[in-house]
């Protein structure tokens, strides 16, 4: 893999080599262990290389030979989100984003109605026509006055 580590794959990366200090191992023996290359391990956490997720999972394999799971912790708790949302306040937050939707999604079929031709255009809007029609005529078949 190319370019600049992430904030994200050098905590993963020192996290691993945590947990391979507290094991008292050397930097050899986990690269012996995880079938990588002589330095390879080294050269990953000292310099700013990206290995492939697949050297990641060698690495985790090595360390946790039955598994392991990660668990991402926000730094700070997210001021934006109350711990518990009341019932009104979630009623508020539906209506919020109806609006948003509401305001987002004629951009979308205008889009996609750009994106169509005049006979799929047609053929889409036949279709509909068929299915609203059919519905009404289920709920109100021939003979039933309304």
């Known amino acids: 893999m190319e370019g ?3 904030p994200l794959y050098r905590a ?4 691993l080599d ?9 930097i050899w023996r986990l690269e012996e262990r995880a079938g990588l290359s002589e330095a390879h391990l080294s050269k990953l956490l000292r310099e700013d290389r990206l290995g492939t997720w697949s050297t990641i999972q ?7 030979p039955d598994g392991c799971d990660i668990k991402l912790v926000p730094r700070k708790p997210l001021a934006f989100v109350p711990a518990t949302i009341s019932e009104h306040q979630w009623k508020i937050l539906r209506a919020y984003n109806r609006h948003l939707l509401a305001e987002i999604a004629p951009a979308g079929g205008r889009a996609r109605a750009a994106s169509l031709t005049r006979a799929q255009r047609q053929a889409i809007g036949r279709s509909g026509a068929k299915a609203r029609w059919a519905h009404k005529r289920r709920l109100n078949p021939p003979g039933c006055s309304t």
Request: aromatic residues 14%; positive net charge; hydrophobic residues 55%.
């Open 12 to 15: 993963l990366l020192q996290a």
């Open 58 to 64: 060698f690495i985790a394999d090595a360390l946790y």
């Open 18 to 26: 945590l947990a391979r200090e507290r094991r008292g191992w050397p």
């Open 4 to 6: 600049m580590a992430t």
